[in-house]
């Protein structure tokens, strides 16, 4: 299984409605970060999280930590087209006193016009 | 700022041809680097890094290698590749270990 599991796997909204992607780790979260992928293209940095409890915006894209730090969720307001494509979200744990990066499968959304 | 770069974009070889991609970054000095595969619906397996020129980490073993001969130079290779080679292979850089990694624009290699 995923050590890293991202639900749901693909997502289609209508224009203007709002959505939620979550993020679940088996493992304590020292840093989760979320990406935006086009089919084809590389990872954009959307943001980071670090903190148990933390919460960041950018535009209409907000993401929560929850204070165990094992589980995050990515939420768009009022989505657009522009939205569409695969958020994918990696997680910084330690393994044996080792930092070590994990991804998860990635969620595709699409937004109907 | 940083930027990253990777060449080519996409890549169409022979089975048992060699491979060589190549990982540029720009505006910082002394990154940590890494190279991942992206296969479809399995993720980002990680399969090298490195902290310093000529230091290389091999997560898995496999059929490339990875080399660093410049401070912010990364290159993927190969001396023959195969079928299962092929995929979507992703460079990234951080400034440090731990610290957030941003991810270059990919190369789509198929092996045929």
């Known amino acids: 299984s995923q050590e890293l599991e991202q639900s749901p796997q693909s997502l289609i909204v209508q224009e203007g409605k709002n959505l939620t992607i979550n993020c679940t780790s088996s493992k304590t979260l020292y840093g989760l970060y979320w990406y935006k992928q086009k089919y084809g293209e590389g990872l954009i940095f959307l943001m980071m999280?670090?903190?148990?409890?933390e919460e960041k915006s950018h535009e209409k894209i907000t993401a929560k930590l929850d204070e165990k730090k094992q589980q995050s969720s990515l939420h768009i307001t009022a989505s657009q087209p522009s939205h569409a494509g695969i958020y994918l979200c990696?997680?910084?744990?330690?393994?044996?006193?080792?930092?070590?990066?994990?991804f998860g499968t990635g969620t595709r959304l699409k937004v109907l016009a | 700022s940083q930027t990253i770069h990777q060449w080519p974009a996409t890549l169409v070889q022979p089975v048992g041809s060699p491979l060589s991609l190549e990982c540029t970054v720009e505006?910082?000095?002394?990154?940590?680097l890494y190279w991942y595969r992206q296969a479809a619906g399995r993720g980002l397996q990680l399969l090298f890094y490195s902290v310093g020129i000529g230091q290389i980490s091999s997560e898995v073993p496999q059929n490339l290698s990875a080399s660093r001969p410049q401070d912010r130079q990364f290159i993927l290779s190969s001396k023959k590749l195969l079928l299962s080679d092929s995929g979507f292979y992703l460079c990234?850089?951080?400034?440090?270990?731990?610290?957030?990694?941003?991810f270059g624009p990919g190369t789509r290699l198929l092996v045929l």
């Open positions: 990234a850089w951080s400034p440090g270990p731990g610290e957030t990694q941003y």
């Open positions: 999280l670090q903190k148990g409890g």
């Open positions: 990696g997680a910084l744990t330690s393994d044996s006193g080792t930092y070590k990066y994990i």
């Open positions: 505006g910082t000095s002394n990154p940590n």
